[in-house]
């Protein structure tokens, strides 16, 4: 995979960011420092992580030992929930900064909306003060709905720039990634290969990858780029790390996304944020 193996996509208000991304959660420690430094040397250059994942210092210590460029390379962390509110964010952006060892967060989200803590638009108005001060580049969010995004514009006036959702071809999203769309915010997804929905599993999908030549798993994180959809698959080995970036010198037919369409599991199959809160 070459250092221009995986394409951008543009970001309201924010630089571009590679359509594929490395995830990070439980990569821990020298082992998982190694593993994000060696993807971004084969050509990864955006790396996700999130304060709830207790690894940003490996992460920074990777970006670091790559031999790549800071500026080359897109780092995103999260807020806990734990962190809401308006001072704690701001408290919370320069403990992960500096766990980080980066001047600047690249992209920060609020990692889940937390709507009992009633602290999600406080919060909001806390990750603009740090992209207006200069210590985080732009902000986004993860796992809003449609009318918690909404929530967040009409107190303030600005969109997020990303919502990480979960999204694969088991759940699409599509009304929700149709109204983000509308808004100008790029849908990035987290479990991308639907293997807990059994995307991996299903012998359709098993179809279309032999049809290609390419694993489900590839079919599956095709699926997501192909439609302008953010990828973050998370692995620690090499060549699976490469395996899941080549993605772009072959595409899914009309007829292959028709089939895949049958794997809609529906809305309700999705973590609803309503509920479920992670602090």
Not at 28 to 49: C, H, K, N, Q
Not at 88 to 112: K, M, N, Q, Y
Not at 247 to 276: I, N, P, Q, Y
């Amino acid at each position: 995979m070459s250092d221009h193996a995986i394409p951008t996509v543009p970001l309201t208000d924010a630089p571009p960011i590679p359509l594929v991304g490395l995830g990070t959660y439980k990569l821990l420690g020298r082992p998982g420092a190694e593993s994000v430094a060696t993807a971004i040397r084969s050509g990864y250059r955006l790396i996700d992580t999130a304060t709830r994942y207790s690894n940003e210092r490996c992460v920074g210590i990777g970006v670091a030992d790559s031999g790549v460029a800071r500026d080359d390379i897109t780092v995103i962390t999260k807020l806990g929930g734990g962190d809401h509110g308006f001072d704690p964010t701001i408290t919370a952006a320069r403990e992960s900064a500096r766990r980080l060892g980066v001047d600047r967060i690249d992209l920060f989200l609020i990692h889940w909306p937390c709507p009992s803590l009633g602290l999600t638009v406080e919060t909001w108005r806390a990750m603009l003060a740090l992209v207006d001060d200069g210590l985080v580049r732009a902000a986004g969010v993860s796992n809003f709905t449609v009318d918690q995004l909404q929530m967040l514009f009409d107190a303030t006036g600005r969109w997020p720039v990303l919502n990480q959702i979960q999204c694969s071809p088991a759940l699409p999203r599509q009304d929700l990634r149709a109204f983000m769309s509308e808004q100008g915010i790029h849908a990035q997804a987290w479990s991308p290969t639907g293997r807990t929905e059994g995307v991996l599993d299903d012998e359709r999908v098993a179809r279309v990858a032999n049809a290609h030549g390419r694993s489900p798993i590839q079919v599956a994180l095709r699926w997501s780029v192909q439609q302008g959809i953010g990828v973050i698959p998370k692995s620690a080995d090499p060549e699976r790390q490469v395996h899941n970036a080549s993605l772009f010198d072959w595409e899914l037919t009309d007829d292959d996304m028709t089939v895949l369409a049958g794997l809609d599991l529906g809305e309700a199959a999705a973590r609803d944020s309503h509920v479920d809160e992670e602090f």
